[in-house]
């Protein structure tokens, strides 16, 4: 009965999102590129169109009533982030610009905090805006970067991870679920096992909150990033959390306005949490359409959000696999609705440019993962990826156009 | 022919098309004709980039003309390769080099791939011009 209850009713979901009515190339749109952004319901559209309409205004320092309203309506996004992570404090919650964002304010804030010969492990699995910033982080600091490799089904070989660990780990990344590939990490196996030798923990959330609610305070972890616009929010817009004691030590980002506390010519003091990482005027509508996006879905409800996309995994997976010589990378019985494929002697690029002529939309490359397709020895990947308002007959047209697609290259 | 004419023969080739999929099938076919470069010169100082696939170009002057070879590990590109090395292979730098492309518009090709590869397009063009400026220094 409850099996009944949280079932997801996609085509009154579909009627959510205006875009899906448009056509593409004289076909309707299929758009299975989530993975890269998720599309926008109305009732976020009508958030901004409110913003702007009725009390657009710079937050935190005005007096009169329509700073006050914009200020109230972003702190009060603040909490719905808090509240879906779980975070214990507001102030731990950080509005950025986006996951790379966050990323890049924790690891240049550990530019002081490590030494020459610290180590820091990173997961083979990332997205090349987990690698970056940490390479840089151990250019200015002499830290080394070790590397949890991956094994043929896509999976972090937790073996090594063991091996790696030792009293010498500052710092661990890894992302919750792998853009390119769809696996889920086991994050709670890493961070218990890199907390026990000292090191803290980074997690890349930008692929696993689409699917996943995380629960912060139960992962007990140190920091972790999202991404609006892949929670049907605005882009431009993302989350760091980061546990309190962590936010306090880091020294700010940015200088700026709004993260000060004192200015004089001699010394500047900082403003507390969350300010001090928010320096100068945010995204102030971007934030808030954020909250009604994360009400969105929450609305929907997780659980209910994952079975529908599960299923959607399972039979597009069946049915790509039928089509001879398609092999699909990424094999672990962890995964999300991502599927990476190519066609044998086929370059992915030729099969994207195709299926785009027949209004489905998936993307080909590297997907900004490169170490992956390195592990794979390919150029790249066709990634179709599956969100809660897709549904399978959109599934059947990819495979047709796939096909399709496939005579016309062969 | 100049490269003014065999712009147009192209644009009168593909006007006889009603659909994308025999636009792009004629791609398909034209890419199978395209002079492939020597294996020796597949490097990596010859890959043009800015193309999500692989693109290798190889340029030798002979009697004043430029003719260019390529290949790519994509059939599509490799047809877009070849319709460019048609209109420029066997030209005079200069010739190519004051050569306008707005012929690609007329063909739809702009218009009908995606940004990344009109951006591969806009890399390929810019690479053979590049070769023709560097004979034509050669000359002067």
Redesign the interface.
């Known amino acids: 009965m409850q099996k009944e209850i949280d079932m997801l009713d996609v085509q009154k979901i579909r009627e959510d999102f205006p875009i899906l009515k448009r056509k593409v190339n004289g076909s309707p749109l299929v758009y299975f590129d989530n993975a890269a952004t998720s599309q926008t319901p109305q009732i976020v559209i009508d958030a901004i169109v409110e913003y702007y309409s009725n009390y657009n205004a710079n937050i935190h320092r005005g007096v009169h009533t329509l700073s006050q309203e914009a200020t109230d309506a972003y702190e009060i996004a603040r909490k719905k982030v808090q509240q879906h992570f779980n975070a214990k404090y507001s102030h731990e919650i950080i509005l950025t610009s986006g996951a790379t964002h966050s990323i890049n304010i924790v690891a240049t804030g550990f530019s002081n905090l490590l030494s020459k010969g610290d180590e820091i492990i990173v997961s083979a699995l990332e997205h090349h805006s987990n690698i970056v910033p940490w390479q840089m982080l151990c250019e200015r600091t002499g830290a080394i970067l070790k590397v949890i490799p991956m094994n043929e089904e896509g999976e972090l070989r937790m073996d090594i991870y063991d091996q790696l660990l030792c009293d010498k780990t500052k710092l661990v990344f890894t992302n919750h679920i792998s853009n390119a590939l769809g696996t889920i990490n086991p994050i709670e196996k890493i961070i218990e096992k890199a907390h026990a030798v000292g090191a803290s923990v980074l997690i890349d959330g930008a692929q696993s909150c689409p699917h996943i609610k995380p629960d912060v305070q139960a992962l007990d972890v140190d920091f972790y990033v999202a991404s609006a616009h892949k929670l049907c929010g605005p882009t431009g817009v993302g989350v760091l959390y980061g546990k309190e004691n962590w936010l306090n030590s880091l020294p700010p980002y940015q200088g700026g306005g709004e993260m000060i506390d004192q200015v004089t010519f001699e010394k500047t003091t900082y403003a507390g949490l969350p300010h001090k990482f928010e320096a100068g005027t945010p995204d102030i509508c971007g934030g808030i359409a954020f909250g009604v996006a994360l009400d969105y879905m929450n609305t929907i409800g997780f659980d209910a959000i994952a079975d529908y996309e599960n299923e959607l995994l399972d039979y597009g997976t069946a049915k790509l696999l039928e089509i001879e010589g398609l092999k699909i990378y990424g094999t672990s019985k962890n995964k999300t609705s991502v599927i990476s494929f190519n066609i044998e002697n086929i370059h992915p690029y030729d099969v994207g440019t195709i299926l785009d002529k027949m209004g489905v939309a998936v993307r080909t490359g590297h997907h900004c993962a490169q170490p992956i397709m390195d592990f794979y020895q390919i150029p790249g990947t066709i990634r179709a990826s599956f969100s809660f308002y897709n549904t399978k007959e959109e599934i059947d047209i990819l495979v047709k156009a796939v096909k399709k697609a496939k005579m016309m290259l062969s | 022919m100049t490269i003014q004419e065999i712009q147009e023969e192209i644009v009168d080739e593909f006007s006889m098309f009603d659909d994308?999929?025999q636009r792009?099938?004629y791609m398909?076919e034209l890419g199978k004709s395209l002079p492939l470069i020597d294996e020796k010169h597949k490097i990596d100082e010859n890959i043009i980039k800015g193309c999500?696939?692989?693109v290798w170009v190889h340029a030798v002057m002979d009697n004043d003309k430029i003719e260019f070879t390529a290949d790519s590990?994509?059939?599509?590109?490799k047809g877009i390769i070849a319709i460019l090395i048609r209109v420029f292979s066997g030209q005079h730098p200069k010739a190519i080099i004051d050569a306008d492309t707005n012929f690609i518009d007329k063909i739809g090709l702009k218009e009908?791939?995606?940004p990344t590869?009109a951006n591969g397009l806009v890399s390929m063009i810019k690479q053979l011009k590049m070769y023709a400026i560097a004979y034509q220094t050669q000359l002067n």
């Open positions: 994308w999929m792009y099938e398909i999500q696939s692989k590990d994509a059939i599509i590109t009908h791939l995606s590869r």
